[in-house]
């Protein structure tokens, strides 16, 4: 961030202090608990968690691939000769979209759309998750929190904690999939959680986490999101959080913000 503000000639003040909450190892543990797989390539039978995370993994995955233009042919010629029915429920199918994902959207990056499918899958589809989760961050938030941001699966978290305690704070969204529509439909009846303090969202729009914008076509809310498609995230995957902060106009939102 404070290579954001250089851009903009601009420092933090020396009286703010940021918090960040962590939930990473919870996430890992939960994981484990609820048996889902490693490795993309094992397919546990008779398993109804596997089958309910199968289901939400192919939602997101077709839309993912509707925004990235990849065609069936693409997805068929990344399968190899091997017959295959197309479709959602076939999980070589999906399997071979999020390899082109991976490999064609995000480049250089080693499992990033299958690391974020499992965890937000856990996060939107299990209470119990779910409220570990909200309370680690939740504990954090203060009548004196300013701003507050989220990134990722960390956006989600962050809008439904900001959701649930009327916080009046700022919100700055980076690398949000708030916009896909399996993860949205699990937030209704999404509003403006921060209303007129103002939400910025920021985004690369080749980030396959972050392909669409919450706008009012993805996330009508009132009032409307401000959102910034311009970023050029230069980490390896384009999603990476300090291929964001150090954006110089989501700096300066974030300086903005905290002094206010």
Known sequence: MNKGLEKTGRSLPTDIEFDFPFYGDRLDRFVEQ???PADPTIVPKGS???DDYAAFRAQVAQEMRARAGISDAQVQAELGPVPTEKGIQNWEWVQAIIRLLDRHVTP???GTIELFLRDVYLYTQRN???NVID???ADMLSKDTALVI???LGSVVAYNVLKAKSNQAHYVSVGSPLAIRAIRNFLRPISNPVGAKGWYNAY???DVVALYPLDSENFDVHPSIT???TVNNHTDNRHGIIGYLDDANVARVVWSAARH
Request: aromatic residues 8%; hydrophobic residues 40%; negative net charge.
């Open 34 to 36: 609820f048996e889902l």
């Open 48 to 50: 109804p968690a596997f």
């Open 108 to 110: 250089l990056s080693e």
């Open 128 to 130: 119990v998750v779910r």
């Open 135 to 137: 309370g680690i961050v």
């Open 150 to 152: 989220g990134h990722s």
């Open 204 to 206: 690369d729009p080749r």
């Open 227 to 229: 959102n910034n498609g």
